[in-house]
């Protein structure tokens, strides 16, 4: 639950989330969905477009010299 309300909280601040893992945020999200209520967990999942918005998400990746390139900053100029 911690980690949740960091990233709700980094939301609500309007903080940029592209370091952020939310692929493990979602697995805890989901977690805690099942646990409170598998019959929400099915509405929500099935309503949700997070997975595929997760998978065409822009990762930054480390160069040659071991420094992190931020891509989606680069490509929005």
Do not use: F, K
Not at 8 to 23: C, F, G, K, M, S
Not at 49 to 55: D, I, N
């Amino acid at each position: 639950m911690t980690r949740l309300h960091r990233l709700r909280n980094r939301i609500a601040h309007h903080e940029p989330l592209i370091h952020e893992d939310l692929t493990a945020r979602l697995a805890d999200l989901t977690g805690v969905l099942t646990a409170v209520d598998p019959v929400l967990h099915a509405w929500v999942q099935d309503g949700s477009r997070l997975q595929t918005v997760l998978a065409q998400r822009p990762r930054p990746h480390r160069c040659s010299t071991g420094t992190i390139v931020d891509t989606w900053s680069q490509a929005r100029g």
